[in-house]
C-alpha cells in the first residue's frame, strides 16, 4: 500500500535527528522519501494521505527479547503442558497482532516450542497474519532439567549442544539462545546467579552458531554467566541482573570490558517490575536501575527488549517499560533510539529497519505528541505500519 504520512514531527532514528512538520512517503513496502512537509516531491500527489499534525511519526519499535509461546502466569511449564501445538500456535499469533498494535513490528522469539515461531514468522511475512517481523531461536539451548527445559532445548554434552545449534539452522532458525544461567521459570534448576554451561562450551556453541551465519544470545543474569558470555563472543546478553547469592553486584570494570566489545545488553525492562520488586529483597528495583543507569554511563550499548510473556510481562505495554529506563537514566530519545536503531543493529537488520530512510523496509509508528519529550506519548498510537502493510484499519 502507497501512502503519504504527514505529521508535527518526524523522528528517522539516530539521537537528535528530527525533522519539524515533516512527511514520510511509503511505496511498494518501502519509505520512499523521508524530509519536511514543504518538499514533498510531486510524485506524491496521486498517493493517499494521512495527516497527524500534532503527531510524530517514527521507526516501528524492535523488542529484542519476548516470548509469544508464554502466557504471562506464573507457571509456563505446567501451562505447556495443558496446551496443545495447534492451540499455542493461535495464541502466539494473537499475541503478535497485540504487539503490531502497540507500534512493536519487529520482535526476537527467544524461546518457544517446536518451531511455532519459525512458522507464525513465515504466516506474518506471507501477510497471512497481521504481526510484526519475527526472528525466532526456537527452544533455547539449556542443561537437562535446566532452566526452561520445557521447551525441548536440553543438551547433555557440548556435542549435543552443537548438534542442536545444527538443527535450529536446518529448522530455519534465526538466531540461537543459551542459557548461560539459570533463571526463575524453572522449579529445580540452577539459579539465576548460578552457572548452566562453562566458558569452553559457550565459545564453542557461539562458534557453531556464527559458522552457520547465526547470532547468539546468551541468557544471564548472574555475573559468572555474563562474564563467560563476554569472553565466548556471544552477541547480546539478555537480562543482564549483576546477580550473585544475596543480591545484586554491579562490576564497572566488566561493564566497561562490555562497552568495549560492543556486546548489546538488553536489561528486559518490563512494566511489571515493580510488581517483582514486592517480592524481592528491599531496593530490587532500584539497584537494578541503577545498575542500566551506571552501565548507560560507561558506554554500554543498551537495546530495548522486555521479556514479554513472562509472569507479569503483558504484550503490548510499552510505555510503563519505557518510563523506566528513563528512571534509570536514560533520556527519551536515547531510549527510543534503543527500540529502533540500535536494537536493528543488534539484530542484524541495520540495512533493513530500525531507521525511516530510502529503501528501508516502511515499519513505522504514528503516535500522538513527542515521545521525545515524554515518553508516555508511546502509548497514543494513531498508526502502525509493518513491512508497507498497515496494522489495521486507520482510525
Given at each position: 500500500m502507497d ?5 508535527g ?19 511498494d ?8 512537509r514543504?518538499?514533498?516531491p510531486a510524485?506524491?500527489?496521486?498517493v493517499p ?7 510524530t ?7 529484542v527479547?519476548?516470548?509469544l ?9 505446567a ?31 527467544l524461546?518457544?516450542?517446536n ?9 506474518i ?6 504481526g ?11 542443561p ?6 520445557f ?24 538466531l540461537?539462545?543459551v ?25 564453542a556453541?557461539?562458534?557453531e ?6 547470532r547468539?544470545?546468551?541468557?544471564a543474569h548472574?555475573l ?9 563472543d556471544?552477541d ?21 570490558e ?30 537494578r536501575?541503577t545498575?542500566?543507569g ?7 550499548t ?11 510481562a ?6 510503563e ?20 536503531v540500535?536494537?536493528?543493529?543488534a539484530?542484524g537488520?541495520?540495512?533493513v ?11 513505522l ?6 515521545p ?7 502509548a497514543?498510537?494513531r ?13
Amino acid at each position: 500500500m502507497d501512502i503519504l504520512l504527514t505529521a508535527g514531527r518526524v523522528l528517522p532514528g539516530p539521537v537528535g535527528e528530527r525533522v519539524p512538520d515533516g512527511a514520510v512517503l511509503v511505496r511498494d513496502g518501502r519509505v520512499a522519501w523521508v524530509g519536511p512537509r514543504a518538499g514533498i516531491p510531486a510524485e506524491a500527489a496521486a498517493v493517499p494521505r494521512r495527516d497527524f499534525p500534532g503527531g510524530t511519526i517514527l521507526p516501528g519499535l524492535i523488542d529484542v527479547h519476548v516470548h509469544l509461546a508464554f502466557d504471562t502466569g506464573p507457571d509456563p511449564a505446567a501451562m505447556f503442558a495443558a496446551v496443545s501445538d495447534d492451540e499455542l500456535y493461535e495464541r502466539m499469533a494473537a499475541r503478535a497482532a497485540t504487539l503490531l498494535r502497540a507500534g512493536v513490528t519487529t520482535v526476537r522469539d527467544l524461546g518457544d516450542r517446536n518451531g511455532l515461531a519459525i512458522r507464525l514468522r513465515d504466516e506474518i511475512a506471507a501477510g497471512r497474519r497481521p504481526g510484526p517481523r519475527v526472528l525466532s531461536a526456537a527452544a533455547p539451548i539449556t542443561p537437562p532439567d535446566g532452566h526452561c527445559h520445557f521447551l525441548g532445548g536440553e543438551a547433555a554434552t557440548t556435542a549435543d549442544a552443537l548438534e542442536l545449534v545444527r538443527r535450529h539452522a536446518r529448522a530455519g532458525a534465526d538466531l540461537v539462545k543459551v542459557m548461560a544461567t539459570g533463571g526463575y521459570l524453572t522449579n529445580g534448576g540452577a539459579l539465576p546467579w548460578e552457572a548452566q554451561f562453562d566458558t569452553a562450551a559457550l565459545k564453542a556453541i557461539t562458534a557453531e552458531a556464527h559458522g552457520l551465519g547465526l547470532r547468539v544470545a546468551a541468557h544471564a543474569h548472574g555475573l559468572v554467566g555474563i562474564r563467560a558470555a563476554l569472553d565466548a563472543d556471544v552477541d547480546t546478553i539478555e537480562h543482564c541482573g549483576w546477580e550473585v547469592a544475596g543480591g545484586t553486584r554491579p562490576d564497572p570494570g566488566l561493564m566497561r570490558e562490555l562497552a568495549a566489545s560492543g556486546v548489546a545488553v538488553c536489561p528486559t525492562v518490563h512494566h511489571g517490575w515493580p510488581g517483582i520488586a514486592a517480592r524481592r529483597e528491599p531496593g530490587w528495583l532500584e539497584d537494578r536501575l541503577t545498575a542500566i543507569g551506571r552501565a548507560r554511563e560507561l558506554g554500554v550499548t543498551l537495546v530495548f527488549g522486555t521479556d514479554t510473556g513472562v509472569r507479569g510481562a503483558e504484550f503490548g505495554r510499552v510505555a510503563e517499560a519505557f518510563a523506566l529506563l528513563v528512571r534509570a537514566g536514560q533520556p527519551p530519545a536515547e531510549v527510543i533510539a534503543s527500540a529502533t536503531v540500535e536494537a536493528a543493529r543488534a539484530c542484524g537488520l541495520a540495512g533493513v529497519t530500525g531507521r525511516l530512510a530510502p529503501g528501508l523496509a516502511a515499519d513505522l509508528l504514528v503516535v500522538d505528541g513527542d515521545p521525545t519529550a515524554d515518553v508516555a506519548a508511546i502509548a497514543a498510537v494513531r498508526h502502525v505500519v509493518a513491512a508497507g502493510r498497515p496494522a489495521e484499519p486507520a482510525p
